[in-house]
């Protein structure tokens, strides 16, 4: 079992700055990536990005690259996504997602193992 816990949403204005987190906590070390993914209302989940701890690979969707920035702690066993030029369309929940399986690329909803509660982030135009 592995616990997530995002933090750090909140409202801010396009072209503003935010950070979130994600602390794991249980079967840590059983975790091959994190990552973050996002459902806007109306709209389905979808991928925003995803470190692999085990070889350091990342990824990002094609509309928050140069934006976004993943980054992991692994002695805390945190992911963070530094969210910069927020834009009105990057407004959604985000929710942390955890791989223990290793199928994947972790880009994909299924790839994953774990999910967090969400963060609800507002950009505001």
């Known amino acids: 079992q592995v616990q997530l816990v995002e933090s750090g949403g909140g409202l801010v204005q396009a072209g503003g700055s935010l950070r979130l987190s994600c602390a794991a906590s249980?079967?840590?070390?059983?975790?091959?990536?994190m990552g973050w993914f996002r459902q806007a209302p109306g709209k389905e989940r979808e991928f925003v990005a995803v470190?692999?701890?085990?070889?350091?690979?990342?990824y990002y969707a094609d509309s928050v690259k140069g934006r976004f920035t993943i980054s992991t702690d692994n002695a805390k066993h945190t992911v963070n996504l530094q969210m910069n030029s927020l834009k009105p369309d990057d407004t959604a929940v985000y929710y942390c997602a955890a791989d223990l399986r290793n199928w994947g690329t972790g880009t994909g909803e299924s790839d994953n193992d774990y999910w967090g509660q969400g963060t609800q982030v507002t950009v505001s135009s």
């Open positions: 470190n692999r701890w085990r070889g350091g690979s990342l």
């Open positions: 249980g079967h840590v070390f059983s975790i091959y990536a």
